[in-house]
């Protein structure tokens, strides 16, 4: 079975903070995603990477970056914390590229800033 | 701006009643992807189903690629189905990414 994990899986961070994201797979998939998750606008991806040492910026890639140090590890990094980046954050892994929607999330990351 | 659109918003049901959800694609997809997602948890995977039909236990998914759009019909429906279904779509314009639907919330009631 696929296995995506994240941590922290709650977080309050002050505002001008720095807050770091962890997600771990061991599906050995090449690509992975965050995504945050707030009422009323589904789910949003933030940034990507189809590989170890890429990172691209999705839809809403502002206040945030991506690091991808291995083909096992994507962290989310928020240099700057802000109120209106108080959400649930998603990572999953995906299978490669080539128009396979399948992806395996992972149990997910509330954040709270204050 | 490619858009997946879920119908109904909210569903409320009586246990082992039958529900159809619907999901329909601003552009020809062949790529779709249905999610289940407990109150703040994780989504998971139901179905692939790129088109025609698809079973898994009492979920059957169709897609009419032609018609853009997929459904999701859940049988005998329980109280443990409450929850969000999510569709999903290939993005058209990038092969990594994958376009959501904001889903539809089922309510089993006993």
């Known amino acids: 079975e696929a296995a995506v994990t994240q941590s922290p899986r709650n977080k309050v961070a002050v505002t001008g903070g720095k807050v770091t994201l962890s997600c771990n797979q061991t599906?050995?998939?090449?690509?992975m995603y965050w995504y945050r998750q707030d009422t009323g606008h589904g789910l949003r991806l933030i940034h990507y990477?189809?590989?170890?040492?890429?990172?691209e910026k999705g839809d809403i890639p502002d206040g945030y970056k991506a690091s991808r140090p291995s083909q096992e590890n994507f962290s989310l990094i928020l240099e700057l914390a802000t109120p209106s980046q108080t959400s649930v954050y998603f990572c999953?892994?995906?299978?490669?590229?080539?128009?396979?929607?399948?992806?395996?999330f992972g149990p997910g990351t509330r954040l709270t800033v204050l | 701006e490619q858009q997946v659109q879920q119908s109904p918003a909210s569903l409320v049901l009586q246990e082992a009643e039958n529900a159809e959800l619907q999901c329909s694609f601003s552009i020809f997809t062949n790529q779709v992807q249905w999610f289940y997602q407990r109150p703040g948890g994780r989504l998971v995977s139901l179905l692939y189903n790129p088109s025609g039909t698809k079973q898994s236990g009492r979920l059957t998914s169709t897609t009419v690629i032609k018609e853009r759009r997929s459904s999701l019909h859940i049988s005998s429906s329980q109280i443990t189905d409450s929850g969000t279904y999510l569709c999903a779509m290939d993005d058209d314009t990038n092969a990594y990414k994958v376009i959501f639907g904001k889903g539809t919330h089922l309510h089993v009631l006993p």
């Open positions: 599906n050995n998939h090449n690509n």
């Open positions: 990477s189809y590989g170890a040492g890429s990172t």
């Open positions: 999953a892994s995906g299978v490669p590229g080539g128009g396979n929607a399948e992806q395996f």
